[in-house]
Protein backbone atom coordinates (compact mmCIF):
# COMPACT_ATOMS: atom_id res chain seq x y z
CA UNK A 1 0.00 0.00 0.00
CA UNK A 2 1.25 3.42 -0.60
CA UNK A 3 1.85 6.19 1.21
CA UNK A 4 -1.11 8.06 0.60
CA UNK A 5 -3.17 4.62 1.80
CA UNK A 6 -1.77 4.13 4.40
CA UNK A 7 -2.31 7.48 5.98
CA UNK A 8 -5.91 6.64 4.66
CA UNK A 9 -5.71 4.11 7.13
CA UNK A 10 -4.35 5.29 9.86
CA UNK A 11 -7.40 7.91 9.54
CA UNK A 12 -9.57 5.41 9.85
CA UNK A 13 -8.14 3.20 12.64
CA UNK A 14 -8.16 6.23 14.72
CA UNK A 15 -11.45 7.04 13.82
CA UNK A 16 -12.77 3.83 14.85
CA UNK A 17 -10.99 3.86 17.98
CA UNK A 18 -12.98 6.77 19.00
CA UNK A 19 -16.14 4.72 18.36
CA UNK A 20 -18.10 7.53 17.20
CA UNK A 21 -18.75 7.08 13.45
CA UNK A 22 -20.05 3.58 11.51
CA UNK A 23 -17.74 1.79 9.41
CA UNK A 24 -19.90 3.17 6.22
CA UNK A 25 -19.02 6.93 7.45
CA UNK A 26 -15.44 6.02 7.96
CA UNK A 27 -14.69 4.45 4.71
CA UNK A 28 -16.22 7.89 3.19
CA UNK A 29 -14.30 9.91 5.20
CA UNK A 30 -11.52 8.64 4.38
CA UNK A 31 -11.67 8.25 0.97
CA UNK A 32 -12.69 4.75 -0.12
CA UNK A 33 -15.58 4.33 -2.78
CA UNK A 34 -17.16 1.85 -0.44
CA UNK A 35 -17.34 0.24 2.77
CA UNK A 36 -16.78 -3.13 1.35
CA UNK A 37 -12.91 -2.15 -0.54
CA UNK A 38 -12.68 -0.04 3.02
CA UNK A 39 -12.68 -3.36 4.61
CA UNK A 40 -10.53 -5.08 2.61
CA UNK A 41 -7.94 -2.72 2.83
CA UNK A 42 -7.92 -2.24 6.30
CA UNK A 43 -8.12 -6.40 7.18
CA UNK A 44 -4.79 -6.63 4.53
CA UNK A 45 -3.28 -3.81 6.17
CA UNK A 46 -4.13 -4.37 9.49
CA UNK A 47 -4.90 -8.28 9.77
CA UNK A 48 -7.91 -7.30 11.61
CA UNK A 49 -11.39 -6.43 10.48
CA UNK A 50 -12.85 -2.94 11.21
CA UNK A 51 -15.30 -4.12 13.57
CA UNK A 52 -12.36 -6.46 15.16
CA UNK A 53 -10.36 -3.37 15.52
CA UNK A 54 -13.11 -1.29 17.41
CA UNK A 55 -13.90 -4.03 19.75
CA UNK A 56 -10.46 -4.90 20.76
CA UNK A 57 -9.30 -0.71 21.07
CA UNK A 58 -12.54 -0.49 23.68
CA UNK A 59 -11.33 -3.59 25.51
CA UNK A 60 -7.88 -2.30 25.98
CA UNK A 61 -9.50 1.00 27.06
CA UNK A 62 -11.34 0.34 29.71
CA UNK A 63 -8.40 -2.33 30.24
CA UNK A 64 -6.07 0.18 31.27
CA UNK A 65 -8.62 2.76 33.18
Do not use: N
Not at 3 to 15: D, E, I, P, S, T
Not at 43 to 64: E, H, L, N, Q, W
Amino acid sequence: IQFVGRLRLYKARGMLMLGKYSVSEIAAACGFRSSASFCTTFKKYYGVSPASMRKSSARDFFRTV
